[in-house]
């Protein structure tokens, strides 16, 4: 596709319960991020990832939250023992230097 | 550490009026602007973008920005708003040789006939 996709959508889990959040970039993009988004607030930045490797993951909250980008495209963010205050939307963004394309999000739920 | 001032966290604003929404930026040397938009239920949409020379930037949509080194500031501005423009602007700066964009909290603009 053209831009960034991110599945799924929305997600509902309970607390405690493991997820995967998954992103793909725009083709060709060797940069992906992850950033979070918590109502009313400004996306904050999580990981980023040049190529395979994760550049810069100072973001990451705690080691609940990993993120891998196996073959330098796709990636997957990966959230363990999930907890209430995990629910937010999670953005991804890819880029080739410079500017940064979103993805439309995901929306998680920790109930 | 860089960080992004959006002081106005609601605005209305009337059909065909102007718009300038404010944005202060907190940073040793001239980091990298931009301005992202956010529809409902939407990403995140880049307006506009300034990394060097002329400081009035054009965008789409009809959005334009200034950057005023003086007053650490990054206004957006259009001359007439139109009814889809009602969504949240984000401003986000992001420092040169750091690939981590820092977001302020947001305006949301509510646009009245």
């Known amino acids: 596709g053209a831009g960034v996709s991110q599945t799924p959508s929305n997600k509902v889990t309970e607390k405690g319960k493991y997820v995967e959040l998954r992103c793909d970039p725009i083709?060709?993009?060797?940069?992906l991020y992850w950033y979070r988004q918590s109502l009313g607030q400004g996306p904050e930045f999580l990981i980023y990832f040049q190529g395979t490797g994760a550049a810069d993951d100072s973001g990451l909250p705690n080691d609940r939250f990993f993120a891998v980008r196996p073959e330098g495209s796709v990636s997957t963010l990966k959230i363990q023992r999930t907890e209430r205050g995990d629910s937010a939307v999670y953005l991804c963004a890819s880029s080739n230097g410079g500017t940064q394309y979103f993805g439309p999000g995901t929306r998680l739920l920790v109930l | 550490a860089q960080s992004v001032t959006q002081p106005d966290i609601h605005i209305t604003v009337s059909e065909g009026a102007s718009l300038e929404l404010r944005c202060n930026y907190s940073y040793g040397a001239t980091p990298y602007l931009f301005w992202y938009v956010q529809s409902p239920g939407q990403g995140l949409q880049l307006l506009l973008k300034y990394f060097s020379g002329d400081t009035l930037v054009q965008g789409i949509k009809g959005f334009e920005a200034e950057f005023k080194r003086s007053q650490s500031s990054f206004n957006l501005r259009k001359p007439s708003v139109h009814w889809s423009d009602a969504a949240e602007y984000f401003c986000a700066v992001v420092r040169f040789g750091n690939e981590k964009l820092t977001f302020g909290t947001g305006t949301r603009l509510t646009i009245i006939p």
């Open positions: 083709s060709g993009h060797t940069a």
